[in-house]
T-cell receptor, first 112, second 118 residues
Framework: DAGVIQSPRHEVTEMGQEVTLRCKPISGHDYLFWYRQTMMRGLELLIYFNNNVPIDDSGMPEDRFSAKMPNASFSTLKIQPSEPRDSAVYFC????WGYGYTFGSGTRLTVV | AQKVTQAQTEISVVEKEDVTLDCVYETRDTTYYLFWYKQPPSGELVFLIRRNSFDEQNEISGRYSWNFQKSTSSFNFTITASQVVDSAVYFCALSEVRYTGANSKLTFGKGITLSVRP
């Protein structure tokens, strides 16, 4: 299995631009999670889906952030407009009901 | 609410020393899972172990061992005969288990940076 695949690995964008991060979960996994990692706040959950349905989005920082999961094999996290404080590493993870969590390699976002 | 505390922020040891990484958790649930992840300098999160709340047996995997004590809400991780390749950030994490057995979110501690010097 290829594991959880995230793209791009690195993204540098200017403040105010739209940024879209992508995630392909492990085939057959029914949960998908988006986490953000910063020095100040550590690893924090942004949102998670079960069978493509958002279950808990209480970690989404503000309306500039949105996430979708149109099908079982793809999810996006969008930031519009981006701000320098959004700079972080964004991880996607997937899991199968009742089992462990597998993380992607992360997307390092830098907003200048 | 769930909480994971890793009081140690940075640990530095010399190769071949044993080192223990502490983890204390808080939850109101009686059924939960505990995890350890390793984040090497390359940045990925590598799964090390998962433990459910009903299994307090200690576990050993090569140079790694884990001590789970519900009485003290601790899930400590020991590396025996540390090596330079063990240098990484180590995260302890906790997840609830829904009554259906389904997953919930992982709550992470702040992580412990372990440096192993040659």
């Amino acid at each position: 299995d290829a594991g959880v695949i995230q793209s791009p690995r690195h993204e540098v964008t200017e403040m105010g631009q739209e940024v879209t991060l992508r995630c392909k979960p492990i085939s057959g996994h029914d949960y998908l999670f988006w986490y953000r990692q910063t020095m100040m706040r550590g690893l924090e959950l942004l949102i998670y889906f079960n069978n493509n349905v958002p279950i808990d989005d209480s970690g989404m920082p503000e309306d500039r952030f949105s996430a979708k999961m149109p099908n079982a094999s793809f999810s996006t996290l969008k930031i519009q407009p981006s701000e320098p404080r959004d700079s972080a590493v964004y991880f996607c993870a997937s899991s199968l009901w009742g089992y462990g969590y597998t993380f992607g390699s992360g997307t390092r976002l830098t907003v200048v | 609410a769930q909480k994971v505390t890793q009081a140690q922020t940075e640990i530095s040891v010399v190769e071949k020393e044993d080192v223990t990484l502490d983890c204390v958790y808080e939850t109101r649930d009686t059924t939960y899972y505990l995890f350890w992840y390793k984040q090497p300098p390359s940045g990925e999160l590598v799964f090390l172990i998962r433990r459910n709340s009903f299994d307090e047996q200690n576990e050993i995997s090569g140079r790694y061992s884990w001590n789970f004590q519900k009485s003290t809400s601790s899930f400590n991780f020991t590396i025996t005969a540390s090596q330079v390749v063990d240098s990484a950030v180590y995260f302890c994490a906790l997840s609830e288990v829904r009554y259906t057995g389904a997953n919930s979110k992982l709550t992470f501690g702040k992580g412990i940076t372990l440096s192993v010097r040659p």
